[in-house]
């Protein structure tokens, strides 16, 4: 991937980074940088050197990174900016790279901030840039950048605008600004390494740039970053002698974590070593004992699973296909069945969890055809059914190293070593068995339906699968026809009109149908009449008159004239006859076309009469059957018109317009048009289905229609509206489920029939049909051709029992899977009532309603009059980052590799889990996931890291917590308050299949355990002496940690075990061997102190909007002020005011807190200055106010002069601090620091002297030029220029 960076250099600096950098691979342009999803829009500006070469340069360069827009030259801020914002546009820019020194050099302020402000509503700027000590620098919100807390605070702010990060650039001063910053602040320095050079300031930025860029390109590794570090390095010692300048060397980022900051690289990576789990038995060990579990031992007996009465809970694996690698929806629906799994295991259920794979199908034969070039059935059958079976047999497992790979590190735990696979001849016998079941019951049957019939596959689709192909806004013709009445009274020829979308079912018409009650009109067009629905006549477009009226009844009966007659056109002819009792098609020489009447005519569209073609729709067969009428079937299953037809040979649907024009020529044409409307089309392979006339079987399940509603009554479905809805909308209105397939690689149809008398006989199991055949098949491959060669004599006539050739519908096999997994009741015919049946639960998408959810529950339903499963997830679809459906066209497929390698799985899981409730659709980008891992997982490995690092010093071990230990402190008491809620809280949402609120509720507890509990407590864990209060916060911090680890096991299994072995399985070797064989925490409900929680929260919701209205009113937060005026909503908050005072004062660093009456006078006019929604930051009587909520936090932002002198003190102590830190002095050092400034420093150093010497362990503070300081420094401080300096005590 290619880095791009953006400098606002001058052209000397530009110049240097086009030269180098170019081969480099880091561009130096300036100055807006946008990043599209792929692509980079680059805008330069190049103010000083405006030479034709350099804008020649860049945009070679741009070009050459395949920018999608690149505009160089003498631009102007403002056309840079518009520039981007046309970017954002046009090419759908998702990130930006700000450097706001640009901005500031903009002449029209106005139009600069509302361009940034337009750019950043519009899109997060990912990263920006802040660039310190230049003169005229503001950052993003327009406030200036000078001093290094200005630094600081832009960068606060810019992160608070969604900014992901900011780099601080180094150049353009002596001192290293951004040391300055670490000081308690979140900054990870990137270098220090000091480049002496002539002019690198440019070159500073370009690469501060770099790294920006490369972070919104997620790149914030330190690989990444390392590499972005190369470049430069090797940059600068390429172009620029060895001199004197000042080199970039101190770059940071700021991120809203506190303490250390870690990366992925040395967090999440270690934690996926996935040679864990495999090497303890991890995963075997939280499965249940084999004994009583089926033939293959699918574990061995470990400690959690020695529990003989761990009540069983079963997960069905619905299986997926490995003949593609899997993609991040496959990865969705594991981790939603491996979460609920996780969790019921530490709950302490034996969980089984046996993998599977589907292997049969279409849509293997479809990839099979396309690599042999084969294009039809008759094709494959010349290739050779035997070859093609192999080779969808071999095709099925092509990607299973990848799912493999894909499952271990996703962390999904199924039993991949003993699945069930559909093709084995187990499973086959398993739904041999159970066709046998539903014939005896005669609930197997065929039948000869218009059936959806795909004329590319030749083959029948299943309802369900029709279901998956709809498509809006078909075009079709609409045409109607003239159909010529047979001896209609009077001397004008008289027509039926009649409407069809389809006229390649013209030829086959054999009769029309019209509704007996309604009134048709005979009108007069020109020389002759039509005959239509009188409520249609609005379909006429020509004048007409009504010659007269009749009843529908009264056309019945009618002959007309057929537009083809079937002998002429070389068509056979049948009629349906009835004879004892059954109504059979019997071949004849002619037909008699008439009118019949049908309950099914529309007066909604068309003519009110309807062509009636039996060999196609099902209505129109069974009008046929019903009425003995002909049937003539005109086109084959390959959808090729035959017989002798002007438009014979042709496929159907190109036959449509010569048909039309044919009946044109010959005065037959009333109208045509286009007609849109919504209609099937193979979900496989995307040709238009035709409705075709066949004999199928079917599974009646219409017959177990009531109970299969009520069933569903009894599922838990997640979401829930499922049940009623798209579910329950699919049972109530089911039809038979059309089982056969005219097709090769499935599950064969065990029946066979005589090819004299036609008797049939199903077969249900091995054993019979080696009796039937005398042979042993027992290790006869069951699929065709193999199972079509058995064959044995008629017990009835001479003839020969055959098979019938269809294979079974896919989905059968799916739905087979709870009985096939066990080849039931072969072998394990207990899991009728060991709790095997039905599953407790099921996860798949949305799209698996009328597919598995569907086979699985009308299977059961027809076999045991049970439930399949008790509980079912059903997922949303995946969208992009953009809320658009992923597809290969638009090119947005993730692939979750990549996701894998960069963020890990822990990140990837707690997004999907999180992102959005399980029913709902959920936008997925790298972004969002690496959002995830920072806010969530980065933060509380900092937590863990802080607590490991303090214990480690302190020697703390968790056997020091003595027995019965309750807290003490109030914030202990109020962190494990909030961690005993959570748990209750989490646990209930696990139990009831939401992990979205689970991990949602746990990442809020992160956050303030990380930004309230963690920093107010720091200082509890720097303390030399070891009390009780330190102990307290140790078994605080410890109990929250373990109880993280595992409340979050199921959710991020890699993290969480990482710290469960580093915190309880060091000190407890009887503790189970992983966290995820350890027990589900439960709650001590006695810790839980509702009021204590309700007044910390409402002291981090003040601190939070203090914080906002000092940043507005620009006043530093080292700053002291006088007063803070709050206002709550209720008493209750106004009590708990009081309690957690001290703490708001801490936190804002402010000296008094006043209690706001509700209708006090500075509420009232903030409340004015407020926008519409009661939001905001106003400024009030010398106060900054943030308004939030019905809360109101006012700073007091008049500094008197003591209070002037008190920030000055606290930044001439944090100074000194630093400069001990640079000298790299131990914490416990005494010195002597120096000073040299103005009068004003001395008065300061001398007012409050004693708390600068308390705070820098300073003996003393002495006012001269520090000649023998260990480390000094001048600095600007308040516009005066001031010399500090440090020394210790002992090097004097
Ligand atoms: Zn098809
Ligand atoms: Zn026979």
Not at 1241 to 1269: C, N, P
Request: net charge negative; charged share 25%; glycine share 8%.
């Amino acid at each position: 991937m290619t880095i791009a960076g953006s400098d606002s250099g001058g052209g000397a600096g530009i110049q240097a980074d086009l030269k180098t950098f170019s081969a480099l691979g880091v561009f130096g342009t300036s100055t807006l940088t946008a990043i599209t999803a792929q692509n980079t829009v680059g805008v330069s500006a190049v103010h000083e050197v405006p030479t034709d070469i350099i804008a020649a340069q860049i945009d070679a360069v741009m070009t050459d990174i395949g920018a999608d827009a690149v505009k160089t030259g003498m631009l102007s801020s403002s056309e840079i900016v518009e520039t981007v914002a046309e970017a954002i546009r046009r090419h759908g820019v998702v990130n930006l790279v700000v450097d706001p020194v640009m901005v500031a050099k903009s002449g029209d302020r106005l139009l600069r901030e509302e361009a940034i402000h337009s750019i950043c509503s519009s899109l997060i700027p990912l990263a920006a840039v802040v660039t310190p000590n230049i003169p005229e620098a503001e950052d993003l919100t327009g406030r200036p950048v000078q001093s290094d807390d200005d630094v600081r605070e832009a960068a606060i702010r810019i992160v608070a605008m969604g900014a992901r990060s900011v780099v601080i650039k180094g150049g353009h001063r002596d001192g290293p600004p951004t040391d300055v910053l670490y000081d308690g602040h979140e900054f990870l320095e990137f270098t220090t390494e000091r480049i002496p050079s002539t002019n690198t300031h440019g070159t500073g930025c370009t690469f501060a740039s770099a790294i920006a860029a490369g972070l919104a390109h997620g790149l914030d590794t330190p690989a990444a970053v390392a590499r972005a570090k190369d470049y430069v390095t090797a940059a600068i010692r390429a172009s620029y002698p060895i001199g004197h300048g000042h080199g970039p060397r101190v770059f940071g980022v700021f991120s809203q974590c506190d303490h250390q900051f870690a990366t992925y690289d040395e967090v999440i990576q270690p934690c996926q070593d996935l040679t864990w789990f495999p090497a303890g038995s991890v995963f075997r060990n939280s499965m249940p004992r084999s004994s009583s579990i089926g033939r293959n031992a699918m574990c061995s007996v470990g400690p959690w699973t020695t529990v003989p009465d761990a009540p069983l809970f079963m997960m069905y694996e619905g299986p997926p296909t490995a003949n593609g690698s899997p993609g991040i929806h496959h990865v969705l629906a594991r981790v939603f069945k491996d979460v609920i799994s996780r969790y019921r295991t530490m709950k302490g259920c034996r969980v089984i969890r046996k993998g599977g794979w589907d292997t049969h199908g279409l849509p293997v034969e479809l990839e099979i055809e396309k690599e042999l070039g084969l294009a039809s059935k008759r094709e494959i059958e010349e290739y050779g059914i035997a070859e093609f079976n192999q080779r969808c047999r071999e095709s099925v497992f092509r990607y299973v190293k990848d799912w493999e790979v894909m499952t271990d590190r996703i962390g999904y735990w199924v039993d991949m070593h003993d699945p069930y696979v559909t093709l084995e001849n187990d499973y086959i016998e398993t739904g041999w068995w159970i066709l046998k079941q539903l014939w005896d019951r005669g609930l197997l049957y065929q039948d000869r339906r218009g059936t959806p019939h795909c004329p590319r596959c030749v083959s029948s689709l299943s309802s369900h699968e029709v279901a998956l192909g709809y498509r809006e806004n078909t075009p079709d013709p609409s045409v109607f026809i003239k159909f010529e009445a047979a001896a209609w009274p009077g001397d004008a020829p008289t027509y039926f009109l009649a409407w069809t979308t389809t006229p390649w079912t013209l030829p086959g018409n054999t009769a029309l149908a019209v509704d007996p009650d309604a009134e048709y009109s005979v009108v007069s067009v020109a020389d002759h009449q039509l005959i239509l629905a009188t409520a249609l006549l609005k379909v006429l477009h020509d004048e007409y008159s009504v010659v007269e009226t009749r009843l529908g009844s009264e056309l019945v009966g009618h002959s007309y004239r057929p537009l083809y007659d079937a002998a002429e056109f070389g068509s056979g002819i049948q009629q349906f006859v009835r004879r004892d009792g059954v109504t059979q098609l019997e071949d004849t020489d002619s037909y008699s076309p008439h009118v019949v009447a049908a309950d099914f005519v529309s007066m909604d569209d068309g003519s009110g009469i309807v062509h009636i073609a039996p060999a196609f729709g099902d209505e129109d067969l069974a009008l046929g059957r019903e009425r003995g009428l002909a049937f003539i079937q005109p086109v084959d299953l390959q959808g090729i018109v035959t017989g002798s037809y002007p438009f014979a040979g042709k496929f159907v649907k190109d036959a449509d317009p010569e048909i039309a024009a044919d009946l044109d020529s010959r005065g037959l044409l009333y109208h045509q048009g286009v007609y849109r409307h919504t209609y099937p089309f193979c979900w496989r392979c995307d040709t238009p289905l035709l409705y075709y006339a066949k004999d199928s079987w079917y599974i009646r399940t219409t017959a177990v229609k009531d109970r299969l509603v009520d069933i569903n009554g009894e599922i838990h479905w997640y979401p829930e509206h499922i049940r009623e809805g798209r579910f329950g909308e699919w049972l109530r209105n089911n039809v038979d489920w059309s089982l056969s397939r005219e097709r090769f690689w499935g599950t064969p149809i065990p029946i066979w029939r005589c090819d004299g008398c036609q008797s049939t006989r199903c077969v249900g199991s091995l054993a019979e049909l080696s009796d039937l055949a005398s042979i042993d098949v027992g290790d006869l491959d069951l699929h065709r051709p193999y199972v079509d060669d058995i064959a044995w004599p008629c017990s009835q006539c001479s003839g020969v029992m055959r098979r019938i050739p269809e294979v079974a519908d896919a989905w059968f096999d799916s739905g087979m899977m709870p009985y096939a997994q066990w080849h039931y009741p072969f072998e394990n015919p207990e899991i009728d009532n060991d709790g095997r049946l039905p599953a407790d639960y099921i996860c798949e998408a949305v799209d698996q309603t009328r597919g598995w959810f569907y086979s699985l529950h009308a299977l059961s339903t027809l076999l045991n009059d049970d439930l399949a499963y008790r509980n079912v997830i059903c997922l949303g679809l995946i969208l992009d980052g953009r809320g658009r459906k992923m597809s290969k066209r638009l090119g947005n497929i993730v692939q979750p590799d990549t996701i894998l390698d960069t963020h890990g799985a822990d990140a990837l899981r707690w997004y999907l889990f999180t992102a959005s409730h399980p029913g709902e659709p959920r936008r997925f980008s790298d972004r969002l996931v690496q959002q995830t891992l920072r806010q969530v997982l980065l933060t509380l490995w900092n937590v863990y890291s802080f607590f490991t690092n303090y214990a480690n010093i302190d020697e703390f071990e968790p056997s020091q917590i003595p027995e019965g230990w309750r807290p003490e402190a109030e914030l202990d008491r109020w962190i494990l308050a909030e961690l005993n809620q959570l748990v209750q809280v989490v646990d209930d949402h696990l139990d009831n299949y939401n992990p979205t609120d689970a991990g949602r509720r746990l990442a809020e507890f992160i956050d303030v355990l990380s930004n309230w509990y963690v920093r107010r407590s720091r200082r509890r864990f720097w303390k030399s002496e070891n009390d009780a209060d330190k102990l307290g916060a140790y078994a605080t911090l410890y109990r929250c940690l373990t109880t993280v680890a595992r409340l979050m096991a199921p959710l991020a299994p890699f993290v969480s075990e990482q710290m469960y072995r580093n915190l309880e399985l060091r000190y407890e070797t009887h503790a189970p061997d992983s966290v995820h064989l350890s027990a589900y925490p439960v709650a001590d409900t006695a810790l839980i102190d509702g009021p204590i929680m309700e007044a910390t929260r409402l002291a981090i919701r003040v601190s939070s909007m203090g914080r906002a209205a000092r940043s507005k009113a620009g006043l530093k937060v080292r700053q002291p002020l006088a007063e803070v005026v709050v206002k709550t909503r209720t008493d209750a908050e106004a009590e708990y005011l009081s309690q957690v005072r001290p703490q708001i004062l801490e936190e804002l660093n402010i000296k008094e807190l006043r209690a706001a009456d509700g209708y006090g006078d500075l509420y009232v006019r903030a409340q004015e200055l407020a926008t519409d929604d009661g939001d905001a930051v106003v400024s009030v009587d010398g106060y900054s106010a943030a308004m939030e909520s019905g809360y109101m936090v006012a700073v007091d932002a008049r500094i008197t002069p003591e209070l002037a002198d008190e920030g000055l003190a606290r930044e001439l102590a944090h100074r000194i601090q630093n400069l001990r830190k640079n000298a790299r002095f131990e914490i416990t050092d005494r010195i002597i620091a120096y000073y040299d400034g103005p009068d004003e420093i001395a008065r300061v150093m001398t007012v409050h002297g004693d708390y600068i010497k308390q705070e820098t362990l300073s003996d003393d503070l002495l006012a001269t030029v520090a000649e023998d300081a260990a480390k000094s420094e001048t600095a600007q401080i308040e516009g005066m220029e001031v010399t500090l300096g440090v020394r210790r005590l002992t090097d004097v």
